[in-house]
């Protein structure tokens, strides 16, 4: 069964334009400083497409070359980091520094929420690196996604490549049968 939401368009782009887009909220948060609930939602955006690429990388990759990888259940180390994520951002916005338990909350969400990170970037890694023809993880990739604003200049036209590649060999495929 095929997936209703196709976000494939995202992972086709440019690496430059992903740049943009995830710099955007910075940008955006920057002018309209003084409207504190914007700034929140443009956050919230800007982390939420961030995990979303990651998981997109190594989903596409995974859906079109049939790879076995280490790595297991990136939907649920992907739905567990955003929710996490989102319910400590709550309680850091919504802050009652009188809560014993409010610095518990948000340090216990961030740290599920950087494990859920570490797992969906080392399937992506992996699928990554499997579809380019290595035999096991490239340890490179793993840098470039952890630091992701410079490391999407390296990583996005490694994917561009894969996907077209990929596209080849099914049309190949196809002709031939």
């Known amino acids: ?3 209703k939401l196709n976000f494939i368009w995202f992972l086709n782009m440019k690496h430059w334009q992903v740049f943009l887009i995830w710099m955007a909220p910075s940008v955006l948060g920057g002018i309209f400083s003084h409207l504190q609930y914007l700034i929140y ?3 919230f955006i800007y982390t939420t497409s961030i995990i979303g690429w990651f998981y ?3 989903k596409s990759i995974q859906s079109k070359m049939d790879l ?38 948000v340090i216990v969400g961030v740290s599920v929420a950087f494990f859920a990170l570490i797992k969906v970037i080392l399937y992506s890694a992996e699928s990554l690196s499997l579809a380019e023809g290595k035999e096991k993880r490239d340890n490179s990739l793993i840098i ?7 490391g999407v200049w390296f990583i996005q036209p490694r994917l561009n490549k894969v996907q ?4 080849i060999n099914l049309i190949a495929k196809e002709n031939k049968s």
Do not use: C, H, Q
């Open 68 to 105: 076995e990888t280490k790595e297991k259940r990136p939907e649920f180390w992907t739905v567990t980091g955003l929710i996490s994520y989102t319910v400590s951002y709550l309680f850091f916005i919504y802050k009652n520094p009188m809560s014993s338990y409010y610095f518990l909350f």
């Open 56 to 58: 997109l990388v190594g």
């Open 1 to 3: 069964m095929k997936n």
């Open 164 to 167: 077209d590649n990929s596209i």
């Open 144 to 150: 470039a996604f952890l630091f992701y604003i410079i």
């Open 41 to 43: 939602f443009l956050g």
